[in-house]
């Protein structure tokens, strides 16, 4: 048998800045990346002034594997894992655990391999999962932190599309409860999720704001409302309140240690009432294993993320059976282009999952050289 072996990765930086005025209230400037950036600290950088990397691989028979990495990568180990895998026949590798280090660089090469790989096969990147369970998958509006006097029509605008969810950020500067009393106003059709991002603090912070949000009573989910390690606050936070809580277990957050051991965790404590999953192709299907087994419910995260991944993210939301909690796939509706040929098809409350082999995406040429930064080839 004939093998396809990688001769060449061929990778772009791009830096595309969301539309303006999305993220957030122009009043409210509040930087979104909770990684430190460089020698900066957390919560120092808006999201999208950081680099998103592209690469495509190019096998020995010419079939191309698309991938896109997790914001802010590190180039040069970028490049050692790309000559690491030269020369490497896709059927000599193992899918599920690839030869590449644990890093945030992993998902962009893994996203390539696969899709390189499905393509081979000729058959759509969920088959490689078992096969799509949903034909589509529900997502859901996003924004940053919003003053009370834009909230309501800001919801609203959302709403008329058909979305039924909006999520949005939250830290204890915000009146969460005035905004939710705008959104039930403007747009009473509307259910909330807020992700404080750990930024709530304490438990006893955590229950006043949460007795606010029960009488307006449009609040569907509270993410990662205090830190993460504190799992018996999580469990008397959720004794406490019929607020769905729900913990974001993101493995490309390498830096605080988060790794797949943490939904069992969460699920021993009685800490949660679901997840937020990021993790990759293989990591991802093993966590929502681990739901379906517990008969929890979960979504698919992302970092506002561009169309590659997103796409990527609807293939492995549809090859679930729990991921029923609408998903973070906004990125086109955030940033000004997802760098795809053709976009992915949203009709909301839900995303259509991409036709043809692979992927079923390709990137636009014209705007990937539009927003370049820089390029490189290891070969």
């Known amino acids: 048998m004939t093998k396809h072996r990688i001769t060449k990765f061929e990778f772009t930086e791009v ?21 430190p950036v460089g020698a900066k600290g957390s919560w120092s950088t808006q999201f999208d002034e950081l680099p998103k990397l592209i690469v495509r691989m190019t096998l020995s028979d010419g079939t191309v594997g698309y991938g896109e990495f997790m914001r802010d990568h590190n180039t040069k180990l970028v490049q050692d894992i790309a000559e690491s895998l030269l020369g490497v026949a896709i059927e000599d590798l193992c899918l599920q655990k690839l030869p590449i280090l644990l890093s945030r660089e992993y998902d962009g090469f893994e996203c390539a391999i ?10 759509p990147l969920h088959k490689m999962l078992g096969g799509a369970i949903q034909d589509k998958v529900k997502v859901t509006a996003w924004s940053s932190h919003r003053t009370l006097d834009e909230v309501g029509p800001w919801v609203r605008q959302y709403q008329d599309k058909g979305y039924e969810t909006i999520k949005f950020k939250a830290d204890l500067e915000d009146d969460v409860v005035g905004m939710c009393e705008k959104i039930a106003e403007h747009a009473p059709k509307m259910k909330v999720i807020f992700d404080p991002n750990q930024r709530f603090e304490n438990l006893g912070e955590t229950k006043k704001i949460v007795r606010g949000l ?10 990662d409302p205090m830190p993460i390690w504190m799992l018996q606050d999580y469990r008397a936070l959720r004794e406490f309140t ?15 240690g988060q790794r797949q051991q943490d939904v069992v965790n969460a699920l021993i404590h009685h800490a949660v009432d679901g997840f937020n999953f990021n993790g990759g192709l293989a990591g991802f299907h093993r966590l929502a294993q681990v739901a379906h087994c517990a008969n929890v419910y979960f979504w698919h995260g992302s970092e506002v993320d561009l ?19 609408p998903s973070d796939i906004f990125g086109r509706n955030i940033r000004s282009h997802d760098l795809l040929k053709t976009p992915l098809k949203f009709e909301p409350p839900f995303v259509h999952i991409p036709e043809g082999p692979g992927l079923g995406v390709e990137p636009d040429e014209d705007a990937l050289s539009a927003f370049k930064q820089a390029e490189f080839i290891v070969d």
């Open 15 to 35: 830096i595309i800045r969301a539309n303006p005025g999305v993220i957030n209230s122009a009043t409210l400037d509040k930087p979104l990346h909770m990684l």
């Open 114 to 123: 696969w899709d390189a790989a499905a393509k081979l096969q000729g058959v």
């Open 214 to 223: 029960e009488k307006v009573g449009n609040v569907m989910i509270l993410e």
């Open 242 to 256: 019929d607020i769905r809580i729900i913990r974001h277990i993101s493995l490309p957050y390498i830096w605080q």
């Open 307 to 325: 169309g590659i991944l997103e796409a990527m993210y609807v293939h492995q939301a549809a090859a679930t059976q729990n991921c029923i909690w």
